[in-house]
Nanobody, 119 residues
Framework: QVPLAESGGGLVQAGGSLRLSCAAS????????IGWLRQPPGKEREFVAS??????????SYADSVKGRFTISRDGAKKTVYLQMNNLKPEDTAIYYC??????????WGQGTQVTVAS
């Protein structure tokens, strides 16, 4: 069973919105941190956002480049993590990956979903 499966990518005009979904199974959803990372064409993979369980509550973190435009959230009943992306820019074009970890390094990865923002 695939631990993480992304969906929701596609082609959108600049200024538009997309919502990515990450369906988790098994131990992946119980991980301390579930995050979204992306790899733009010809560039290194980079952090986008994460949602973290600190033992008491969930906290979120965002890359500066997406703050105020992207929102990460989770639905425990559906074991799904979402990334709502608003006011998309051409530089947001990338393959978006969902990943989960309980320690330093992400140990579960999805297959990725392509997001293309046309100018």
């Amino acid at each position: 069973q695939v631990p993480l499966a992304e969906s929701g990518g596609g082609l959108v005009q600049a200024g538009g919105s997309l919502r990515l979904s990450c369906a988790a199974s098994g131990g992946a959803f119980s991980s301390q941190t579930i995050g979204w990372l992306r790899q733009p064409p010809g560039k290194e993979r980079e952090f986008v956002a994460s949602i973290n369980w600190n033992g008491y509550t969930y906290t979120t973190s965002y890359a500066d480049s997406v703050k105020g435009r992207f929102t990460i959230s989770r639905d425990g009943a559906k074991k799904t993590v979402y990334l709502q992306m608003n006011n998309l820019k051409p530089e947001d074009t990338a393959i978006y990956y969902c990943a989960a970890k309980t320690s330093t390094n992400y140990q579960y990865w999805g297959q990725g979903t392509q997001v293309t923002v046309a100018s």
